[in-house]
Nanobody, 127 residues
Framework: DVQLVESGGGSVQSGGSLSLSCAAS????????MGWFRQAPGKEREGVAA????????YYADSVKGRFAISRDNAENTLYLQMNSLTPEDTAMYYC?????????????????????WGQGTQVTVS
């Protein structure tokens, strides 16, 4: 299996920045895609950013394009999410996720449901 542990959440003022980290362990061959998702109270979980591990192609939700950046450090087995120009609408619990299904590599699937390994989440609050 794959284990994921997020860190780096917190509170920030509107316009500020935060960086999230996700430490991954377990079977690397089972991580075709890795991504960040978020869920605000009363809202559905949404895909924020993802990358395909074989190509490092990145994908973003329209709401965060130009403000968020996903990256990874293979040596450290760590996934990152740099978040800039934060607004109160970015307030949510942020989750790191991995997808062991090769179909996740499709652009239509990479930010969608189907991720089968999840971290415990880290709270981001923007005021």
């Amino acid at each position: 299996d794959v284990q994921l542990v997020e860190s780096g959440g917190g509170s920030v003022q509107s316009g500020g920045s935060l960086s999230l980290s996700c430490a991954a362990s377990g079977y690397t061959y089972r991580r075709y895609c890795m991504g960040w998702f978020r869920q605000a109270p009363g809202k559905e979980r949404e895909g924020v950013a993802a990358l395909v591990t074989a190509t490092d192609h990145t994908y973003y939700a329209d709401s965060v394009k130009g403000r968020f950046a996903i990256s990874r450090d293979n040596a450290e087995n760590t996934l990152y999410l740099q978040m800039n120009s934060l607004t109160p609408e970015d307030t949510a619990m942020y989750y790191c996720a991995a997808n062991s299904r090769v179909t996740c590599r499709s652009p239509s699937m990479v930010l969608g449901p189907g991720y089968n390994f999840w971290g415990q989440g880290t709270q981001v609050t923007v005021s």
